[in-house]
């Protein structure tokens, strides 16, 4: 093939998504360091897409929020297959066991079995009801409404329900 021709890589001859699994083995393949190479703990997460960039994967793992095997690790850190990653992030946990290593970012299904997913499941978003939300088009709220919506959110003072003595 010609240096300026674009033609397709091996395992595309049939088409997108024509493979399956086996396409993304290839990719992941593809992706994986050459014998003997390690991967750094940052740009294995941000590979997987655990967090989205590889600069915030940097971050969370300075912050102490990425574990190795139960240990704070720093971005460097060599990650080997069989490793649990632990990576704390927005209220929730994300407990993963390294399959597979690579260093370049692939696509989610790839990604998806580059690791085991043991993370808890997230908690219910009913679980968190919000307080004092008003219909729309209800109007502007009147002093009464407003000192009952502050009593839900918690910024209300106790003496401001009842009238004043002079």
Known sequence: MASGTQGNEAGDEDGPGAGGSADAAAVAKAAAPSSGETVRVDSWIWSVRLVKTRSAGATACRGGHVRVNGERVKPAYALRVGDEVRLRQAERERVVVVKRVIRKRVGAPVAAECYVDN?????????VAPAGIRDRGAGRPTKRDRRELERLRGFGSPDADGPKAP
């Open 119 to 127: 993370s808890p499941p997230p908690p219910p978003r009913e679980a």
